[in-house]
């Protein structure tokens, strides 16, 4: 391919646009709403792999829309009425092809890679220390699909040259990634198809775990799949004759024949562990996950603290060692909690952006009175876990009065639970010290068998757990 060709063609026609749309696209997206991919440690700037996995999610609104902006670039020669008068010429059609495709497919791998260095600068200037490549094929299978997917587009408009089909192209691609597109049930994707054809589409699920990553499986697979939707796209736009566009099937139909076999065909194979990632780091008693490495020595001094406050009041029943959750779990389950081991869980409001005092009083907090249920953006706001540990934890260090662990949130059944907590706290002060403590220590039981109840109540006096 002449590159002074090429160079005219991304300067006279409306190929930059694609990358254009998909970069500015989603940097719209990802800097102009505060989403759920702000939150977290599965936050697109919080690690490598989340980052590299909301990048691919996108593109469950982008695929559909290359697919109909390369059908409308390769009507142009239809349009044009040229179609016919450069067939004639003795340039071979495959070179004709290659310069308005690789028109097309320059700016969109260039949109997207930029769109992926944009999330690695955010992840590299954040806090995390941990550096993998294991991002990398994520983000480049994401770009290859770009590129099909477009070439792809071009190829059928260029066979079928009618001003319906770019529409056509991208209502039927649109329709048949959101069947194709998996959702997350509990730890493992789920669709409407079997899992094999659910992951021909190059979208994935929002990512709610930094430690999951997708398997070696899935990355093959789609990349067989996705070159013959390529190649058939190549084909289809170069062909000439009837004859040389029946043949040009063959490649997508060879793509997904290598490519079935290959992806998982059970849903909970699509996802594996990232075991470096998961790898636990320990100062002493207290261990984190290699991903969150960065955070150990802070958590290492508070928990000295907390260990301490913890051990003055429950003696030998207090725990000795503090850790980071590092368990898969599906939202709304039940945490795995032990009572001798503080859990640290960095997606909890407690945690996510917690230091100096606030720390050591939330690590006082999960040693005390672990909420069995997540307090986090993705399961709930846990008022009543907050306000009963935010109790407990005034309680062991003698504060004159009700200190919140977090902000009050100002919806009405926050308020509520917070008016409670300020009469329960009134009423655990009035009661004698013996009184108090076997309150607390009736929480703390409650808390480990995740028993139903208002703990608030018990606290109050007023109700047993």
């Known amino acids: 391919m002449n590159g002074r060709l090429l160079r005219v063609e991304l300067k006279r026609s409306a190929a930059p646009w694609a990358g254009l749309l998909v970069l500015l696209g989603s940097l719209a997206v990802f800097f102009l709403i505060d989403g759920i991919w702000w939150r977290g440690t599965a936050g697109w700037a919080a690690q490598w792999t989340p980052m590299a996995m909301w990048t691919r999610y996108l593109l469950a609104f982008w695929w559909p829309l290359v697919v109909g902006v390369g059908a409308v670039y390769g009507l142009r020669d239809s349009r044009s009425r040229v179609a016919e008068l450069l067939s004639t010429t003795p340039r071979p059609a495959w070179r004709r092809a290659a310069v308005p495709a690789g028109a097309m497919a320059l700016p969109l791998a260039v949109g997207f890679g930029v769109l992926v260095l944009v999330g690695g600068v955010q992840v590299a200037l954040g806090r995390t220390t941990y550096t993998t490549l294991g991002w990398l094929p994520i983000s480049l299978v994401a770009a290859l699909g770009l590129v099909a997917g477009a070439v792809f587009g071009m190829g ?66 789609q990349t067989l799949w996705l070159l013959g939707l390529l190649a058939t796209g190549f084909a289809l736009l170069s062909a000439v004759t009837r004859r040389a566009k029946l043949l040009a099937i063959v490649p997508v139909l060879a793509g997904a024949a290598l490519a079935l076999p290959v992806l998982p065909g059970a849903p909970r194979d699509t996802y594996v562990v990232d075991k470096t990632a998961a790898a636990l780091v320990c100062d002493g008693p207290v261990c984190v ?117 977090t902000d009050k949130s100002a919806d009405a059944y926050a308020q509520k639970t917070w008016a ?16 108090q403590r076997s309150r607390i220590l009736g929480l703390r039981a409650g808390a480990f068998s995740c028993a139903p109840g208002d703990p608030l109540l018990l606290l109050a006096g007023e109700a047993s757990r």
């Open 156 to 221: 059928v408009a260029r066979t079928l040259p009618h001003v319906l089909t770019p529409p056509a192209l991208v209502v039927l691609v649109l329709v048949l990634t959101n069947l194709l597109r998996p959702a997350m049930e509990g730890l493992v994707p789920a669709g409407r198809a079997p899992n094999r054809l659910v992951l021909l589409s190059p979208a994935v699920p929002e990512p709610r775990e930094m430690l999951l990553t997708l398997s070696g499986a899935v990355h093959v697979g």
């Open 289 to 405: 996950t290699q991903a969150n490495r960065s955070r150990l020595p802070e958590l290492a001094l508070r928990s000295k603290e907390a260990l301490s406050v913890l051990h003055d009041v429950l003696g030998d029943a207090a725990p000795h060692t503090v850790r980071e959750d590092n368990r898969l779990r599906a939202l709304g389950d039940d945490r795995e909690l032990s009572d001798d081991v503080v859990l640290v869980d960095f997606d909890e409001r407690l945690f996510a952006d917690a230091k100096g005092e606030a720390l050591t009083r939330a690590l006082i907090s999960q040693g005390l009175a672990p909420n069995c249920h997540g307090n986090n953006d993705r399961e709930g706001s846990g008022s009543g876990d907050v306000a009963s540990q935010s109790i407990a934890v005034s309680w062991v260090l003698h504060d004159p009065q009700l200190r919140p662990l």
């Open 420 to 435: 409670d907590a300020d009469t329960a706290w009134r009423n655990l002060m009035a009661a004698s010290p013996d009184e």
